[in-house]
């Protein structure tokens, strides 16, 4: 099972930027669609970023759209997110996930593995 570890998140001001990683532990990272999701306090999980296992395919919510954007480097065996004109409405523990496999996630019932989550705070 693959073992995933987030980090970069923290407190921002809106309008910032944050950019967070994730670096999965095993060999098998290649091999592996993956993505992001986030869970605001008091409401529920929600899908956030994805991408294939060459980056040739990447899936978005409508909500950060235009301005997150997830990329990954295999080599370094790290995938990131980066998330441009954050508001308020950003603030959320956000986690690193995968499917497990090669299909891309499109929604939260797609991963199979994720991460302790990271942070993610913007101030008015």
């Known amino acids: 099972q693959v073992q995933l570890v987030e980090s970069g998140g923290g407190l921002v001001q809106a309008g910032g930027s944050l950019r967070l990683s994730c670096a999965p532990s095993g060999r098998t990272f290649t091999l592996y669609a993956m993505g992001w999701f986030r869970q605001a306090p008091g409401k529920t999980r929600e899908f956030v970023a994805a991408?294939?296992?060459?980056?040739?395919?990447?899936y978005y919510a409508d909500s950060v759209k235009g301005r997150f954007s997830i990329s990954r480097d295999n080599a370094k065996n790290t995938v990131y997110l980066q998330m441009n004109s954050l508001s308020p409405e950003d603030t959320a523990v956000y986690y690193c996930g995968t499917s497990g496999g090669t299909w891309v996630p499109k929604n939260l019932a797609d991963f199979r593995s994720w991460g302790q989550g990271t942070q993610v705070t913007v101030s008015s």
């Open positions: 991408i294939s296992r060459t980056s040739a395919t990447t």
